[in-house]
């Protein structure tokens, strides 16, 4: 079991920044691929970033590749998305979610854990 808790959400200009931190407790985290989801309103959830265990591997989606920057801390249990040059587009919910190690990173489904997700509002 891993317990997922999201923070560093707020409202924030367009072409501003907002760094997103997620904690986990639990099982040990580097068992773990660590991935950021969003939905916007209306819109399915969508992958943002991933990153393995070790943090040697990163995926990006192409909407914030160049502009979002995910990492984690092992010896902290944390993830962290750095998000920068936010639009207008970025609103959503955000969620972090860990999926065992050997799952699909693409598939929600394979993410075991999730965060109750927190808001991100880009003002345009």
């Known amino acids: 079991q891993v317990q997922l808790v999201e923070s560093g959400g707020g409202l924030v200009q367009a072409g501003g920044s907002l760094r997103l931190s997620c904690a986990a407790s639990g099982d040990t985290f580097s068992n773990y691929v660590m991935g950021w989801f969003r939905q916007a309103p209306g819109k399915e959830r969508d992958i943002v970033a991933v990153i393995s265990w070790s943090g040697g591997s990163t995926y990006y989606a192409d909407s914030v590749k160049g502009r979002f920057t995910i990492s984690r801390d092992n010896a902290k249990n944390t993830v962290t998305l750095q998000m920068n040059s936010l639009k207008h587009e970025d609103t959503a919910v955000y969620y972090c979610?860990?999926?065992?190690?050997?799952?699909?990173?693409?598939?929600?489904?394979?993410?075991?854990?999730w965060g109750q997700g927190t808001q991100v509002t880009v003002s345009s």
């Open positions: 979610a860990a999926a065992p190690l050997g799952s699909s990173w693409f598939r929600e489904y394979e993410y075991d854990y």
